[in-house]
């Protein structure tokens, strides 16, 4: 089955502590990206990757890390976590050229609380 | 830069037509999409207008006018299952894309 799958889909974490949430796409996409969604805000890119080592800051990306090391995965790291980036956060990815360019494919989301 | 404008919320009953507007300003873009989403799900891809004109699919179909920097969606023959939010979006040619806040369509019996 074509997803995008992201973990974990839940964290309750502490201020300060590095973590990672990861993105896995199977569709073969070169374009992958991460997104924020705060209440009465949408969604706001943090970072967009456009193929393997290529990355580029999106709206938001203060706070945010992210890697592009192979195809399939896109993973997002918060080095030192602060409550405000508390939110919920989505990957999505989607196929090179076209109209196919726009049409992306989003992942189940993950639900970061930071104390 | 580009920033896109809809309406909070918009409120129909079955059966009816809505339209969700989206204004938006910006430098320079390749197409305007919309997505759905559901309380408590991802986003999910409806349309894409690429160039002026209606783009027409099932009962949604989506807008775009780049003379007058706007587009919309118009949800037809509405069902309780189209209560969601619906979002816009931009994509630059550098591959950088930004949302609008979404729209709220409350549909009621």
């Known amino acids: 089955e074509a997803q995008v799958t992201q973990n974990p889909r839940y964290l309750i974490t502490v201020t300060g502590k590095k973590l990672t949430v990861t993105c896995s796409q199977n569709?073969?996409?070169?374009?992958m990206s991460w997104y924020r969604q705060d209440p009465g805000l949408g969604l706001r890119q943090i970072y967009y990757?456009?193929?393997?080592?290529?990355?580029d800051k999106g709206d938001v990306p203060e706070g945010y890390k992210v890697s592009r090391k192979e195809k399939r995965n896109f993973p997002l790291i918060l080095e030192s976590p602060s409550p405000n980036q508390t939110s919920l956060y989505f990957c999505?990815?989607?196929?090179?050229?076209?109209?196919?360019?726009?049409?992306?494919?989003f992942g189940p989301g993950t639900r970061l609380t930071v104390l | 830069g580009q920033s896109l404008e809809q309406p909070s919320e918009v409120t129909a009953v079955e059966g009816a037509i809505v339209q969700i507007n989206c204004t938006y300003q910006?430098?320079?873009?390749?197409?305007l999409s919309w997505y759905q989403q559901h309380d408590g799900g991802a986003p999910t891809f409806l349309s894409y207008?690429?160039?002026?004109g209606l783009e027409e699919t099932g009962r949604f179909s989506s807008f775009l006018s780049r003379s007058d920097s706007y587009g919309y969606l118009l949800l037809q023959e509405l069902q309780m299952k189209d209560s969601a939010s619906y979002f816009c979006?931009?994509?630059?040619?550098?591959?950088?894309?930004?949302f609008g806040a979404g729209t709220q369509v409350v549909v009621t019996p």
């Open positions: 990757s456009m193929n393997v080592e290529v990355t």
């Open positions: 910006t430098s320079g873009f390749y197409g």
């Open positions: 999505a990815s989607s196929p090179p050229g076209g109209q196919t360019y726009n049409e992306q494919f």
């Open positions: 207008n690429a160039l002026d």
């Open positions: 569709m073969n996409h070169e374009y």
């Open positions: 979006a931009l994509r630059d040619s550098w591959g950088k894309l930004q």
